[in-house]
């Protein structure tokens, strides 16, 4: 579970390698925040894992990568 505030924004997108039977997409999140420049922090959720903070501010329009 990705989730990333803004400002008065929060998205949270539920990520999975498996979306059915046969299926598969890339574990990858693409969160719209419009005209917002910065982003407060992101939280990453794997359950396996634990809980990873991103504290911000961070820049929007770019490709953050996290290898858990």
């Known amino acids: 579970i990705v989730t990333v ?4 924004k929060r998205q949270k997108i ?3 390698k498996t979306p059915g039977f046969a299926a598969s997409m890339p574990p990858t999140a693409h ?3 419009g005209e917002m420049e910065t982003i407060d922090w ?5 359950p396996w894992v634990g ?13 953050l ?4």
Do not use: C, M, Q, W
């Open 42 to 46: 992101i939280e990453v959720s794997i």
């Open 51 to 63: 809980n990873k903070y991103i504290l911000g501010p961070l820049e929007t329009r770019r490709r």
């Open 65 to 68: 990568v996290f290898t858990p």
């Open 5 to 8: 505030v803004a400002g008065d």
């Open 14 to 16: 539920h990520l999975t």
């Open 31 to 33: 969160i719209g925040l």
